[in-house]
Each structure stands twice: as structure tokens, then as C-alpha cells.
């Protein structure tokens, strides 16, 4: 696959994201239901919607973060040890900055 075919691919997930932070957004903008029992609810819901908005900001940070790597030419090398992303981690995870030896040593404590 190419960069542009990338690329292509993490704009359409960069949008599908910022639709879904929009919608968390505007749920948490939403009125408080005065039933104790439900305030309990919407706040464990809050929690949850909350980690899913920490977890799409990572995801966009890593999406524009490799939108640079193609602007630079440098998408699909890795950004530790400088040799190629193989194609099958780049479908897997296309905003990935490491080969998959590096990721394995990253989360090895390596």
C-alpha cells in the first residue's frame, strides 16, 4: 500500500474520531438528571466516556504524528531504529511510529 492509500486511511479514522469526541462532548454538556440513583449512573457513565476521550485524543495525537511522517517522507520507517515498518504492522496499526521489534522491546521495558 502507498502513503497516500495511508494516508487516506487515517484521515477517514482522524474524522470518525472527532465525531465521536464531538458526541462525548456533547453528552457531557447534557443536563444532570435530579434522581440520585440516576446522577449515580451518569456519573459512572461520565468515567467511562471520559476514558474513551483520553483514549481518542492518544489516538489522534499518533494519527497527526504520522500525517507528518507522510508530509515528511519519513512515514512507514521507524522512528527508533530507522528500518522499515513491515506493511502487515502498518495495516494493523497505520499511525504506528516503530517496527515491530521496536514495539516489542518499547513494551519489554527494552
Same mark, same amino acid.
Request: glycine fraction near 8%.
Given at each position: 500500500?502507498?502513503?497516500?492509500?495511508?494516508?487516506?486511511?487515517?484521515?477517514?479514522?482522524?474524522?470518525?474520531?472527532?465525531?465521536?469526541?464531538?458526541?462525548?462532548?456533547?453528552?457531557?454538556?447534557?443536563?444532570?438528571?435530579?434522581?440520585?440513583?440516576?446522577?449515580?449512573?451518569?456519573?459512572?457513565?461520565?468515567?467511562?466516556?471520559?476514558?474513551?476521550?483520553?483514549?481518542?485524543?492518544?489516538?489522534? =495525537?499518533? +494519527?497527526? &504524528?504520522?500525517?507528518?511522517?507522510?508530509?515528511?517522507? $519519513?512515514?512507514?520507517?521507524? @522512528?527508533?531504529? #530507522? =528500518?522499515? +515498518?513491515? &506493511?502487515?504492522?502498518?495495516?494493523?496499526?497505520?499511525? $504506528?511510529?516503530?517496527?515491530? @521489534?521496536?514495539? #516489542?522491546?518499547?513494551?519489554?521495558?527494552?
Amino acid at each position: 500500500m502507498t502513503a497516500n492509500a495511508y494516508e487516506d486511511i487515517l484521515r477517514t479514522r482522524q474524522r470518525e474520531l472527532y465525531r465521536r469526541l464531538h458526541k462525548i462532548e456533547a453528552d457531557f454538556e447534557q443536563p444532570r438528571n435530579p434522581d440520585d440513583a440516576d446522577r449515580a449512573l451518569e456519573r459512572s457513565n461520565d468515567e467511562v466516556l471520559d476514558e474513551l476521550g483520553q483514549v481518542g485524543q492518544e489516538e489522534l =495525537k499518533a +494519527i497527526d &504524528a504520522a500525517l507528518d511522517r507522510i508530509a515528511a517522507g $519519513t512515514f512507514g520507517t521507524c @522512528t527508533r531504529c #530507522g =528500518k522499515p +515498518i513491515s &506493511a502487515e504492522r502498518l495495516d494493523a496499526v497505520p499511525y $504506528t511510529p516503530f517496527c515491530q @521489534t521496536c514495539a #516489542g522491546e518499547l513494551r519489554s521495558g527494552g
